[in-house]
């Protein structure tokens, strides 16, 4: 489909299907859209009808490669072939008719996908030789490589005004330290031939053809300033990619990283009409070419979407399928918390609102105008299975757990209510209150945006029993929800107004957890009705977005989407006992205290070291 060609969305009587029973009874087919989750460890397809039902929900694990400690490759050939898989499982489960498919979203993780200019074929990124030479046509450099250190130090150092949309500091995990990275590895020719995508947008252009990018993509992860932030007039800023060793990027106006929006380029907005579905692509997915494709968005940002729209009445904090319609100004108040191996806390904001230690404020990334805000954890879900698992008493726990068919977090939790009556203790969090846990084992990424921090424990003891492991447990569980509240204070004390935590992920499985978040954060915490499916039922109002857009080549609002397909779920509420009030405020001062002096005793030591040579 040509680009200057609007997508021409059937009319209404068009896009429902009609059929005749035997009775002579007529029924009408639901429109449908398909929604695209490409994880770290998986592909997921959801189906999703025109009410925001999903009703086939389908993934399969797709391939990661470890060449070497700290790098991780993955390949879009395999990631393809799994998405493709899994729409025809999820297709099946309800013998949903390809014809009634009316769009397609996508969302990815933050990963460099790397082709050639030349072919359009996937470019390995496996040193050092590059030559595809296992057949397995790894060209993703995954999110959490860390394989650029050097360049990330080299990048950072240039203190370059687009640094402050990031945080202050560009993340090893983005996409242009890798890029840097495999300028500084692979054979010039080769690279001299590369063009470069975040997995999202590699996935759109598998999927139409075009080489349409995402806001969300190059914004948030490649250090594209949106045309009229700060003066900045193409987007890509020419003198911070010739300062940091890639002014091979700028020729051709920027062509191998997107080209320049209107004149060699094209970005769109969460959702917004790239295309149509290719004949090749159609048939690898098993449905009719000319399907709506919309603009795609990072897995995280999905979350948001496919959250933070559910109506609610917080008089009473409970989520309500029959409150008054929402407007936009209420996601304003909403922190979109995306748990899973670690934790992204988004927000949005009116005016653009800059936060230290937080990624962000990005322009135009999910709704045309306003500003998100990206804060995370960068350890919640590995940083609880690290300490169950290292902890002399695991292997009896999880002996204890299957015999009573549950999984660890489960039995771990029943035991804390165990030792709770047990000893009588008010609340669980008494259980914890001379044991202190502060766990950035894996680094901080925000607020205080130290990749150095560790962790630390006051109150160690002897205890390998049962209960030792459950006081940890508790000791992690109650870190993870202090530091969201220190997220939020830091967010809210710049600018941002947020009053409510929409959780997505299977951490909003765990009831104990959930509770410590909203009395630690003394706001609602909203568990959606789709835990373990908010981020592709994000992605397929994508679908839905892109399938609304008329032959002016206007399409709804995706807020109004977001609105109208959000489904109600569940509040938890702050807990009111004066008593844990005053417990968790005292511990959140300690936690902090244990933040701060970690640091400074990091400082003391290497002042106290500062000339000495071994």
Known sequence: MSKSMPFRQPSRQQSRQMSV???NEIHVQQDHYIGIDVGTGSARACIMNNKGDIVGLASENIGLWQPETGYYEQSTTNIWRCICSSIHRAMDQHNVDPSSIRGIGFDATCSLAVFSEDTDEP???TGPRFDNADGNDRNVILWLDHRPVEETKKINATNHNLLRYVGGQMSIEMEI???????NNMPKELFDRCKFYDLTDALTHLATGNETRSFCSVVCKQGFVPVGVDGSVKGWQEDFLTDIGLPDLCEDNFKRMGGVNGVNGRYLTAGELIGTLSEKAAADMGLP???AVGSGVIDAYAGWIGTVGAKVNLSNETLNAGVAKNDVSQAFTRLAAVAGTSTCHLAMSEKPVFVNGVWGPYRDVLIPDYWLAEGGQSATGELLKHVIETHPAFQEAMSVAETFNANIYDYLNEHLREMQEKTNAPTISYLGRHFFFYGDLFGNRSPVA?????????GLSSDKSLDGLALYYYGTMEFIALQTHQIIEAMNSSGHVISSIFMSGSQCQNSI?????ATACDMPVLIPRYVHAAVVHGAAMLGAKAASTDKDGKSEPLWNIMDRMSKPGKAVRPNKDEGEKKLLKAKYKVFLRQCEQQREFRREVDEALEGWKR
Not at 177 to 183: A, G, M
């Open 289 to 291: 070419a000319g399907i």
């Open 450 to 458: 130290d990749p150095d921090m560790k962790g630390s424990v006051i």
């Open 177 to 183: 330290p890798k890029v840097l990275w495999l300028k």
């Open 21 to 23: 029973d035997p009775h």
């Open 513 to 517: 957890l959930m509770e410590l978040m």
């Open 123 to 125: 470019v390995s990124v």
